[in-house]
């Protein structure tokens, strides 16, 4: 089995900066893509960031130029670093991973989830 907790969140003023991070452990050969999603009230979950095993990165419009994803591979933990937040931007953040397990399954792990809060 592959476990992701998160880290971070929490309150932060509108125009301030937040970071997130999510370290993945377990059964793991190895990890292809790693992301960010959110959910906000009443709202479905959408992606906010993803960052590829090499490297490459793709964000939601939304959060092009204010947040950046990134990762570590050596210690299979994906970060994502918000400036600049708005009201709007508050929701649960998720942390996603697509996995090759040991056994030579592939999983789509999610983490428990981490609150961020944009608000004066």
């Known amino acids: 089995q592959v476990q992701l907790v998160e880290s971070g969140g929490g309150l932060v003023q509108p125009g301030g900066s937040l970071s997130v991070s999510c370290a993945a452990s377990?059964?793991?050969?190895?990890?292809?893509?790693m992301g960010w999603y959110r959910q906000a009230l009443g709202k479905q979950r959408e992606l906010v960031a993803v960052?590829?095993?090499?490297?490459?990165?793709n964000y939601a419009d939304s959060v092009k130029g204010r947040f950046t994803i990134s990762r570590d591979n050596a210690k299979n933990t994906v970060y994502l670093q918000m400036n600049s937040l708005k009201p709007g931007d508050t929701a649960v953040y998720y942390c996603?991973?697509?996995?090759?397990?040991?056994?030579?399954?592939?999983?789509?792990?999610w983490g428990q989830g981490t609150l961020v809060t944009v608000s004066s």
């Open positions: 996603n991973a697509d996995v090759l397990e040991l056994d030579g399954n592939i999983s789509d792990a």
């Open positions: 377990g059964s793991i050969f190895s990890i292809n893509a």
């Open positions: 960052i590829s095993s090499s490297g490459t990165t």
